[in-house]
């Protein structure tokens, strides 16, 4: 069985950083892509970061600049690390995984930016 499981998020000031990892276990496939989502209070989920097994990522418009992620193939770990964080991130962030067909999604976790 296929689980997600998010680490990371938290309360922070604007300007400040937070890194956000998920580690995937049970998967007997080989992942190829691994990324970031979040829901703010009202609004839809949107993408915000994806990496392929390549090395190409994408980003969306918003966080471009200030985010970064990254993974560890051999850990099965995908990391945002979010940095400039301005409160408009505030939101639950989603690990997004993609495995035979399937998605899966970790349970969320909150990145809180206020002062």
């Known amino acids: 069985q296929v689980q997600l499981v998010e680490s990371g998020g938290g309360l922070v000031q604007p300007g400040g950083s937070l890194r956000l990892a998920c580690v995937v276990s049970?998967?007997?496939?080989?992942?190829?892509?691994m990324g970031w989502f979040r829901q703010a209070p009202g609004k839809q989920r949107e993408m915000v970061a994806i990496?392929?097994?390549?090395?190409?990522?994408d980003y969306a418009g918003s966080v471009k600049g200030r985010f970064t992620i990254s993974r560890d193939t051999a850990k099965s770990t995908v990391y945002l690390q979010m940095n400039s964080l301005k409160p408009e991130d505030t939101a639950v962030y989603y690990c997004?995984?993609?495995?035979?067909?399937?998605?899966?999604w970790g349970q969320g976790t909150q990145v809180t930016v206020s002062s």
């Open positions: 049970g998967s007997g496939s080989s992942i190829n892509a």
């Open positions: 997004y995984v993609p495995i035979d067909g399937k998605i899966y």
């Open positions: 990496t392929v097994r390549s090395g190409s990522t």
